[in-house]
């Protein structure tokens, strides 16, 4: 099973921009779709982003686009999150996750029961 450690995340002023990162180590993740979620403080672990494993096309939550951009270098099997114009609301810890099955192409990307390994999370939080 692939290992995952996300990084980047820190506390910024709203209207900063953060780089996440998610590697990967254990095997390559370059023929799995990737995803970040995030979970703020009293509330459930939500879909943010996702990338098919080819890197063809990307999937976002609507309120995050054009604001977030994720990313992918298989060749350093990692993952990124570039986020622009955080807002409060994006306050949270972020998590990375790989799908469980290479090569798969779902319907939708945002459902977290397809994704079968996760990282520990890295926390953003954002101040007014």
């Known amino acids: 099973q692939v290992q995952l450690v996300e990084s980047g995340g820190e506390l910024v002023q709203a209207g900063g921009s953060l780089r996440l990162s998610c590697t990967a180590s254990?095997?390559?993740?370059?023929?799995?779709?990737m995803g970040w979620f995030r979970q703020a403080p009293g509330k459930e672990r939500e879909f943010v982003a996702a990338?098919?494993?080819?890197?063809?096309?990307?999937y976002y939550k609507d309120s995050v686009k054009g604001r977030f951009t994720i990313s992918r270098d298989n060749a350093k099997n990692t993952v990124l999150l570039q986020i622009n114009s955080l807002k409060p609301e994006d306050t949270a810890v972020y998590y990375c996750a790989a799908m469980t099955r290479p090569y798969y192409n779902p319907n939708m990307y945002s459902r977290a029961s397809d994704f079968g390994s996760w990282g520990q999370g890295t926390q953003v939080t954002v101040s007014s």
């Open positions: 990338i098919k494993w080819s890197g063809s096309s990307t």
């Open positions: 254990g095997r390559t993740i370059s023929s799995y779709n």
